[in-house]
Nanobody, 113 residues
């Protein structure tokens, strides 16, 4: 059974940083592209960051130059380093394997003073 478990969310002040982790089990992520999505209340889920199996990355326009996605295949884990957080980054963040379509349960990130 495939499981993706996100962790690292929480409450942070504007300008602060958080690092999210997505630990996979039941699947070896080394051969897969991995993604982070987020969903804010009343909004559609949006793609935040994407990392290919070869390490190539791309980002949503709203997080470029602030967020960094990375992977540690030996730990079967994907990370999202989030810097200079803004209130509009508040959302539930989800880990995703786009093919064949596995999702984690999400972790809440709240940016507020």
């Amino acid at each position: 059974q495939v499981q993706l478990v996100e962790s690292g969310g929480g409450l942070v002040q504007p300008g602060g940083s958080l690092r999210l982790s997505c630990a996979a089990s039941g699947v070896e992520i080394s051969g897969y592209n991995m993604e982070w999505y987020r969903q804010a209340p009343g909004k559609q889920r949006e793609l935040v960051a994407h990392i290919e199996y070869n390490g190539r990355t791309n980002y949503g326009d709203s997080v470029k130059d602030r967020f960094t996605i990375s992977r540690d295949n030996a730990k079967n884990t994907v990370y999202l380093q989030m810097n200079n957080l803004k209130p509009e980054d508040t959302a539930v963040y989800y880990c995703n394997i786009p093919t064949p379509g596995y999702w984690g349960q999400g972790t809440q990130v709240t940016v507020s003073s």
